[in-house]
Every structure is written in C-alpha cells, then in structure tokens.
Nanobody
Framework: QVQLAESGGGLVQAGGSLRLSCAAS????????MAWFRQAPAKEREFVAG????????NYADSVKDRFTISRDNVKNTVYLQMNSLKPEDTAVYYC??????????????????WGQGTQVTVSV
C-alpha cells in the first residue's frame, strides 16, 4: 500500500496559479498509476487528472484541460499538479490517489486504492 500526503493548497485569486504536491511513501510508488481528484461542497468527487506509472500517459478532465498539468518524479516519489488560470469553480478539496499500474489512466475513483487526506484550494473572484 502507498501512503500519500498532499500539500500546496491555499487561497488564490482568479487567474492565479498553484502547484500541488503529493508525497508518497512505500516501495510501490514507481509502479503505481497516480491521479488527482477533487470534491467541492455538496458535490461528488470528480476526476481531475491522472498519469501512468511511467509518466508516458496522462489524462485530464475537460474542465481543466490546457490549464492543469500533472507530472511525477519517481526518484522523489512525488506527483504534482500545476494549476494555472484558476477559476472560482476550481474551488474544492483536492485528493491524491494511487492505484495499480496500468497502460491507461482510469478516471473513476474505483481504480485507486490509496488516498491522501486532501488539501483545500480556494479561488476567489
């Protein structure tokens, strides 16, 4: 099992940027698919971005495409989410997730077995 800890959330004005980090512990990180999900108040958790174990395949929700970038560093056991051009509707708790390594990126939560505690991102108008 992979243990995950997110950081980098905070308050930012619309149009600004944030970079989230997810530090993983456990020897299976480099073989795991990784993803970011988010959950806004009174809404279901939704897929944001995912990356394969090698970093060669990525997938994004349409709502964040061309604004967010997911990446990973298998030496540092860390996955990142660079968020640019932030909008108020991006406000949510962001969760990092890890799952079995696959050649494709699973966009549903059932594809991931390890989850972090979440980090709050708030975008003001």
């Amino acid at each position: 099992q992979v243990q995950l800890a997110e950081s980098g959330g905070g308050l930012v004005q619309a149009g600004g940027s944030l970079r989230l980090s997810c530090a993983a512990s456990g020897r299976t990180f480099s073989g795991s698919s990784m993803a970011w999900f988010r959950q806004a108040p009174a809404k279901e958790r939704e897929f944001v971005a995912g990356i394969s174990w090698s970093g060669g395949t990525t997938n994004y929700a349409d709502s964040v495409k061309d604004r967010f970038t997911i990446s990973r560093d298998n030496v540092k056991n860390t996955v990142y989410l660079q968020m640019n051009s932030l909008k108020p509707e991006d406000t949510a708790v962001y969760y990092c997730a890890a799952g079995p390594g696959r050649p494709i990126v699973i966009t549903h939560a059932y594809g991931y077995s390890s989850w972090g505690q979440g980090t709050q991102v708030t975008v003001s108008v």
